[in-house]
Structure formats: C-alpha cells, structure tokens
C-alpha cells in the first residue's frame, strides 16, 4: 500500500490551511479511497500504523475514521478493525420495492434467514391496523437479512392472518417474501414508512453481531395489496451505513441515513 507524506503536526494552531489534523488524515483516506488505493473490502491498517504513517497521534486518527464512517465510507466490526465499505444506495418511495429488489437493483446480493416463527395473539394495535379482533392468532417471524453476505438488518414481520397458511410454508431461508406470495398471486404494490433512529437491543445486537445500544434506522411499515388489504406489519432495524431512504417533498430532496 502506497505510503503519504506524513502531516505535520503542529502545536499551535493544528492546522493547514485551516483545516484540523484529523479532518486532513480523513480527506487523504477519502482521497485514497475514491482512487481504488483502498478499494471496497479492503482492511485498514491499525489506527497505530496510521498514526505512524501519516505522523499523528492515535486519537487523531480515530476522529478521521470516525467521520469516514458518518460519511459510510469505512466501517468498524467488533475484532475485525475498519474495512472499506461499499456506498450505499438511496431508496426512494416513488416505488414500492422490496429489499431484495432494492439490493438486486443495485448490483447487490440479498438473503437473509428466518430466525425464529410465532403463533400469538394479535395486539390492540395490530387488531386495528389489520381489521381483526383482539388477541386473534397471527404468525409472525424475525430475520436477518444480509448484504454480499453480510449481516445489514433484523425484520420482524407480522402477517395478516388470511396470509398464515401462506407464511407459515415459507422456508427459512426464503429469498425474498414478496416474490413468494406474488407467486401466490398476491401482489404488494404501496406501503407507509415511519423512519426513526434507535439504539440496538440485546437481541438485535445477538442476531446483528454489533454492540448493544448501537445505533440503528428503523422503519416501520404497513404493506397493502393494490385492492388495498393489509399484507404486513413490519419492523426493520438496520445496521448504520446500510441504507439511506430519499423523500422527495415540494420539489426538493432529502436523504435519511
């Protein structure tokens, strides 16, 4: 790996041309990065090494990471250092798109395992999203979805109950839910999203492999058929850097991280 110059490391105004060590470390590996010198998947070195090599003191190089990582560029795993991630793309809500369309869209590969099934008594408040009664049974399951392999989301579904025959064929290790029941000739074409930050639970954190109270994006969805008829109740927590949702609002638009 091609070695910089080191930075000078100032005591006074600890800075070039304004700009703050950590904030100029950070720009190179961005820059090295945008050129291939790091490609996607690639291990960083040791913050030691890069304090050794770019003549900056560890916590200096933990700052530049840090902001790579806010800007889903690198990412930290527990025991394996920081890795070259690749950039995410926006969803957007123009379009009703699964996860497994919205990866395979972007050149990815989705897959995911069904972690754990139930068969419990509806909430009031699932009684009332879907039209049922009270503490009528419902099938739901947990799963982790993975990205090129790698673990990105936990979702939680819960299913109207004229689908449980349905869901509860599925196999574990089941592509895509909504591929399966357009099989069926069941077709979710819309949906609501409520998009929220959160902190990792201890399950989450489990099925995740991140540290609990990480911070995660959550969506909360319900799924209807073109007739209208609730399909699912959803909860997704995805790991930070993963996805980023764009709404466009009066012309303008915003992308949520």
């Not at 700009?19 to 913050?47: K, Q």
């Not at 009664?133 to 399951?141: C, D, I, T």
């Not at 902190?199 to 995740?208: G, I, T």
Request: no cysteine; charged share 25%; proline share 6%.
């Amino acid at each position: 790996m091609p070695r910089t110059s080191p930075i000078p490391d100032p005591a006074a105004a600890d800075s070039d041309a304004g700009a703050p060590r950590y904030a100029r470390v950070a720009a190179d590996l961005r820059r090295r990065i945008a050129e291939g010198d790091l490609a996607v998947g690639t291990r960083l070195p040791s913050e030691a090494s890069l304090a050794a090599e770019y003549g900056v003191t560890r916590s200096v190089v933990r700052t530049a990471l840090a902001q790579l990582a806010r800007q889903s560029l690198v990412v930290s795993r527990p025991r394996g250092g920081w890795t070259v991630q690749p950039r995410h793309r926006t969803q957007g809500f123009d379009r009703m798109l699964s996860f497994a369309q919205w990866a395979a869209d972007g050149g990815r590969v989705p897959g995911g395992t069904i972690a754990s099934r139930q068969l419990r008594p509806a909430t009031a408040r699932e009684a009332g999203l879907l039209g049922i009664r009270w503490q009528e049974p419902l099938v739901s399951f947990t799963r982790v979805r993975t990205l090129d392999g790698r673990r990105v989301m936990v979702e939680r579904s819960t299913w109207a109950p004229w689908l449980t025959p349905v869901i509860q064929a599925l196999p574990d290790d089941v592509a895509s839910t909504t591929e399966a029941l357009a099989a069926e000739g069941i077709h979710i074409t819309s949906g609501s999203h409520r998009i929220e930050a959160v902190a990792a639970s201890s399950e989450d954190a489990a099925l995740l492999g991140v540290r609990r109270s990480s911070p995660l994006l959550q969506v909360t969805r319900v799924t209807t058929t073109r007739e209208g008829r609730v399909v699912e109740l959803g909860l997704d927590r995805y790991i930070s850097g993963a996805i980023a949702f764009e709404v466009t609002a009066g012309g303008s638009q915003r992308t949520l991280v």
